[in-house]
């Protein structure tokens, strides 16, 4: 990796004896996106106001740029938050807002002008300058918000759920606009949401937590096709998780039968579990599938038909297919090798891609 | 229909105004414009425009007012700002209104105990060798009774306007860069202006027209607006003069009222 912007080192958070943060470490490198992932309560915005300079870590190491920062005041520090709430001081206008950062930085006033014109054109709000605070739209808000935060220009943009008011259309155009924004900067961006959709769409890389850990990280792919617990899984889109065995390397057991599989370097029968995505699953006639589940529900969603169905041993199957069928029919499933990831219980990510370095390539 | 239930909830309302606002300023209004001998004239406003005492009076009234507000504010924006930051807030905040509980002659009297020759702060300073002095029936007894009198009325507007501040308002600000002080001046300050605003009407207009404790504690030395109407209605009879420098407290009320009004800074959006 090159030079990381910033580094966690070891860090844990406590409120009063409950643990809030264990032992987290990343590392992140200058102008990439990142996306902290994770349910309500993971410890998402703490390590946002960590590295903001708003909370201060109960032991361990925050460095920026090689130098540790955790003891330097927020305000010293080249770093910039995009409140949830925007944040913005309802006493002052748009173009003050903006230029609240910029004056305590003694610049002129022609430079403030300047500049503020710049940050507004970015976001795509030129002329706003004189509106007040309450005259705006939450969509409106959230712009000047990231505005008077670039206005600074700081070296990295902490981001805590900045979309999670708006409604879902402008939400996807925010998305859009935001992941233009960071390529067209090149500032750091670590932006915090709990929908895994956006995370998906937006991050060059993904730190999934639950609980106060960072379980996995990973380019938005990885994460997808390689979750390494049954939490990732789940939390990262749809997924089939069912029980398994592995027999041997590139082969797994489950349904009664043995699959060809792409995963291996786990102890000979170990238990497992399988992950098969709905939308890698077809539907065939039964005797043409590689196993069978009985139809239990049926769901029109414009693109695709969403199919539940259950197996011989009642375990749960969700399938999403172009084709229709009937409740109640018995069908086939048809699914390619690579189709299957296996999880072990238990592996932490460090064992994870050591085994995955073992025997890709 | 709305509309008409909508008036007919403001009767009650309104019944109020009428009864107890506007039928007595305009009593006030039409005693002024009679002499002591019941007959109409102006000459009550005359004698008070070219009469040095009484133009001294209201300097005085509006002199007093001011030192009185400008103390209490003094002492109630860092007490209001620091009970914002403790933990049982709310319960501190009340052992503060507390004492307006209390009768206000009843805290007058205490005091005169307090200040007297045989007061307990005379006793305290002879016993540490200070000698006795006379504390009572001076400016500054009658300023700082005023003062706490006051301190909870004006605590009370300034420690809501802190506690409606949006803490990610001063995350935000020092996010920006701003340091402490400068969070202060340029986030916290102009926020709470509003409260202050609130607290120096609820304190400068009623200090305008304190008579009782400028008395009592002040040993009439201190002659406010409010002395002379107690003056003119209970002791010389002239209810026309007493009127009249009635009318001019309130015009001085509307006066403060309209420099303290709520505005929106610029830009011309209404709220
Ligand atoms: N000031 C605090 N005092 C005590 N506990 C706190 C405090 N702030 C956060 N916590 C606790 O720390 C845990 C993590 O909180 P955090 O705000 O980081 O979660 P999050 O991942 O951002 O969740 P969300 O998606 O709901 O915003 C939660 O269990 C929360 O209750
Ligand atoms: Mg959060």
Redesign the interface.
Known sequence: MANPIIEFKNISKKYDDTPVLKKIDFEIESGKFYTLLGPSGSGKTTILRMI???EDPTSGEILFEGKRIDLT????RP???I???Y?????L?VSQNIA??LE??KMSKTDIQAKVAESLRMVQLSGYE???I??LSGGQKQRIAIA?AIA?EPKVLLLDEPLSALDHKLRKEMQVELRALQQRLGITFIFVTHDQEEALALSDQIFVMNDGRILQSGTPVDIYDEPINHFVADFIGESNIVPGTMTADYLVHFDHKDFECVDAGMRPNEPVEIVIRPEDLDITSADKGKMQVTVDSQLFRGVDYQITGHDADDHEWTINSIHQTTVGAQVGLVFDPEDIHIMRFGEDEETFDARLDSYEE | MEMQKKSFFMVPYLAWIALFVVAPMALILYQSLFDITGHFTFSNYTSYLESTTYLKMTFNSIWYAFLITFFTLLISYPTAYLLNRLKNKRLWLLLIILPTWINLLLKTYAFIGLFSQNGSVNDFLRFVGAGSHQILFTDFSFIFVASYIEIPFMILPIFNSLDEINPSLINASRDLGASAWQTFKRVIVPLTMPGVKSGFQAVFIPSLSLFMITRLIGGNRVITLGTAIEEHFLVTQNWGMGSTIGVILIIAMFVVMFLTRERKSKGGQSR
Request: glycine share 6%; net charge positive.
């Open positions: 903001a300079g708003f005041p927020a305000n010293k770093i910039n938050t409140f949830q709430d944040a913005l001081f309802p006493h206008n609240f950062g305590l930085k004189n509106r007040e309450d005259a008077r600074n």
